[in-house]
């Protein structure tokens, strides 16, 4: 492993240290000290003077000062992230001194303001120079009224992320066309060595305070985030009272069909005892028999029916002092389906694939356990001005996939992924200037990632692979006169995988069966991003950006179809992308409207082929485009209309003459890349104690290629994608302050309809319907 872009990290701390403290004098002089309501000093407050057009910030001891001020009287106006706005009246003289003390309250109202992903810190999302979709925890409530699935869940809420299964895996559902890194609490969950596509849904949404997507590629949490990334943040206990909890209830079920009942019961407890937080909570599920909007029984197949899931989940908080806190989590997720029915394979384009009565081979699929735990430490203020966060995580994933006959004598696979790490992050807020503020993030991040996948039988399929990563990385933000806020980083990736000697498995066609001699791989690169954003008006808030991600291409995919007989001769170059893009945001009078548009290049992709009725990866370079836009508006109040656009298309430059409109060109096939989708809703809070959602979407069509010659059928990814639209319906009714009646409605219209997954599969095995009109009725107390 390579110790230069150690020593630059070394370098580069040592460079970012506050240095400047500054002040003026004249005639008439304002001078102030800024403090939270617990009397601690905030530095790098904004202080400005609207008469007189100036603008000033705190020091780093909450201090500031104007000077040369024609006597008179003034308003002056102070602000910092996380606060509420504040105004005072000051009067000045001729040759005197106003002094003032400011006390800002901390801002509760709206929490979406401030995010903490892009960065790895908190920031205004108006000074933020990329696209970012915030969930609140009353967004994930309202969704959730529907469908408990996150990928469901998400699906709905964020432009960009293709559309939900409705089965236990994501695959296909990429963001901007690319894979997408998941994350709870910063602790990754996707398994980039060998994608197992379980990664969104690893957690209930009952234990999710907000869901932050960064979109486009980033190397600010590594490996794997080509397109963005999924930040799950999780609640905390801090209640305002001692001991309080909140228990719900509730029936799931199709409205046709026999033997579609379940239930689900979720119970949490929280509050706060001194220096002490906590919360626990506990959930279970029982699904029963999906059947479409015929009546049909769902295809067994990766289905959501006839499912048991888990999720328990603590997080206990500690504040050692008013600057220190130490917080521990642990969250377990499992879902398993037991179902009493086998695929029948529809014909594709004509009839569905079904679920018959039957008994299924093998073990029960889906996820046996997901663990993951979190010990944090936070420091403000521990060297200077400098805050301090440091963490070390575990997560242990174990998931069983269904019978293929794909392999000599059939079986079923398992991926079993471990991942230990540490992060360590530093940032060191300073001014060049009164008119320059500067923050400075930097920090060394350790992963030691193990991921295999064999049959559960004991066959090796993916033999495992240890990958140790270090990246080092620095993370600059600059704040110009308070509007402008320029942000520029670097990441050193430095990763080693370390594979044994292994041999192939054996399919069904007698292919495999290779003796391969491990070794190890070795990766070194680094990666940049910048980006600017311009706050000063409402009505125009723009951004331009550009970002870098690296990621290991998936190895496993490599190693399971390896011809060679040494590592070294496999194709397993990383994947660098570079992301371009541009956007704003407006606000006026009451409508809300984003959009960007963006175009992402990489020298090398992974467009996923079908060959001899194996999947390969086609390594060629690749250019993904598209945008979006967003709005929102209350017409009146207690009424809010609203929705979202989002189109994406990619090509691959076959013959990679830096061009992708020849011949040979090809377009991305639908499992990276989705269909058009529309959403749109209407929310009413207007009666007293009840609020109404219902909701839109509309997934449009893809219709690139054509049938292959030889067999007459359409390979993996390139089926066509008819338009299909759905409405669903939320109502929550709160009967005092302490119980509540939620009931949601999926597909409202009960509409015959094939996912897109189903649709671009292109095969009779895999052409299931989606969900007929569901019902989900939950009552709820809390205490």
Request: charge should be positive.
């Amino acid at each position: 492993m390579k110790l230069k872009p150690l020593l630059l990290f070394a370098a580069l701390s040592v460079f970012f240290l506050p240095w400047n403290l500054f002040a003026q004098s004249g005639k008439g002089t304002i001078t102030g000290t800024v403090t939270d309501s617990l009397n601690q000093n905030l530095p790098f407050s904004n202080i400005s003077i609207k008469k007189l057009g100036l603008k000033t910030s705190s020091d780093k001891n909450g201090k500031f000062i104007f000077g040369g001020i024609p006597a008179g009287n003034y308003t002056l106006t102070i602000s910092i992230t996380g606060y509420e706005k504040q105004q005072k009246e000051v009067s000045v003289s001729a040759a005197g001194t106003t002094d003032l003390q400011v006390i800002l309250k901390e801002q509760h109202a709206d929490l979406s303001e401030v995010i903490v992903s892009a960065s790895r810190r908190a920031e205004s999302l108006s000074q933020t120079p990329s696209s970012v979709t915030i969930l609140t925890a009353k967004d994930i409530s309202t969704q959730s009224i529907i469908s408990p699935n996150l990928a469901n869940i998400l699906s709905y809420s964020v432009p960009g992320l293709g559309m939900a299964t409705n089965q236990t895996g994501n695959s296909g559902q990429t963001l901007r066309g690319r894979n997408v890194l998941v994350l709870i609490d910063g602790i990754p969950q996707s398994t980039p060595l060998r994608a197992g596509g379980r990664d969104i849904r690893s957690i209930d949404p009952s234990v999710i305070e907000r869901v932050e997507v960064i979109k486009g590629a980033t190397a600010i949490y590594g490996n794997g985030a080509e397109g963005g990334l999924i930040n799950y943040i999780t609640k905390k206990g801090n209640a305002g009272k001692t001991f309080g909890g909140y228990s719900q209830i509730g029936l799931t079920g199709n409205t046709k069909g026999d033997s579609t009942i379940g239930y689900r019961a979720t119970q949490q407890f929280y509050g706060k005892l001194k220096k002490f937080d906590y919360l626990v909570s506990g959930m279970y599920e029982k699904t029963g028999v999906s059947r479409d909007a015929e009546g049909l029984v769902i295809s067994p197949e990766y289905g959501l029916g006839e499912t048991k899931s888990y999720n328990g989940f603590v997080k206990l908080g500690y504040d050692i002092s008013e600057k220190q806190r130490l917080d521990l989590m642990y969250n377990y997720f499992s879902s398993r389906q037991d179902s009493r029915y086998v695929n029948k394979a529809g014909v594709y384009q004509v009839s569905p694939a079904i679920g018959v009565r039957g008994d299924r081979p093998g073990v029960d699929e889906g996820t046996r356990f997901n663990h993951n735990a979190n010990l944090q430490y936070t420091s403000k203020q521990i060297v200077g001005n400098t805050d301090l966060t440091a963490n070390v995580y575990y997560q242990d994933f174990y998931t069983i996939y269904s019978n293929s006959a794909s392999f000599a004598g059939g079986g079923q696979s398992a991926l079993l992924s471990t991942k230990k790490g540490a992060r360590l992050n530093l940032n060191t807020p300073f001014s060049l200037s009164p008119q320059v503020l500067m923050q400075v993030n930097y920090g060394l991040d350790l992963l030691n990632d193990k991921t295999a996948q064999n049959l559960v039988d004991g066959r090796t399929w993916v033999p495992k692979m240890n990958m140790l990563n270090v990246a080092p990385y620095v993370q600059a933000t600059a704040n110009i006169l308070t509007d402008l806020t320029i942000k520029a980083g670097l990441r050193s990736e430095n990763m080693n995988i370390k594979v044994g000697d292994f041999r192939t498995l054996l399919d069904a066609k007698g292919n495999g069966n290779v003796a391969v001699k491990g070794g190890t791989l070795n990766y070194n690169a680094f990666v940049f991003n910048a980006g600017a954003r311009y706050s000063a008006w409402k009505v125009f808030n723009p951004f331009v950006s550009y970002a870098q991600s690296f990621s290991v291409f998936e190895v496993g995919r490599v190693l399971r179809v390896a011809t060679s007989n040494t590592l070294a001769q496999l194709e397993t170059k990383p994947i660098i992308v570079n992301n371009y893009e541009a956007g704003f945001s407006s606000t006026i009078e009451k409508l809300n409207f984003s959009a960007a548009y963006y175009i992402s290049t990489s020298k090398l992709g992974a467009n996923l082929l079908e060959v001899d009725g194996r999947y390969i990866s086609q390594r060629i370079p690749e250019r993904v485009y598209g945008f979006e836009i967003q709005a929102d508006y209350p017409i009146i109040e207690g009424l809010l209309i609203g929705g979202n656009y989002a189109k994406v298309e990619g090509k691959g430059d076959v013959d990679d003459d830096g061009k992708f409109d020849g011949s040979t060109d090809v377009y991305l096939n639908s499992t990276r890349i989705p269909p058009s989708k529309t959403t749109a809703y209407i929310r009413y809070s207007g009666l007293k104690n009840l609020s109404v959602d219902l909701n839109w979407m509309r997934v449009g069509n893809r219709d690139r290629f054509k049938r292959n010659e030889k067999t007459g059928v359409y390979l993996i990814g390139e089926g066509p994608v008819k338009s299909y639209d759905l409405f669903n319906f939320a109502a929550a009714y709160k009967v005092n302050e302490a119980l509540r009646l939620n009931l949601g409605i999926e597909n409202v219209l009960n509409k015959t309809y094939y996912p897109s997954i189903s649709q671009f599969y292109g095969s009779g095995l895999n052409y299931a319907r989606g969900n007929g009109r569901r019902f989900n009725l939950a009552v709820g107390y809390a205490f």
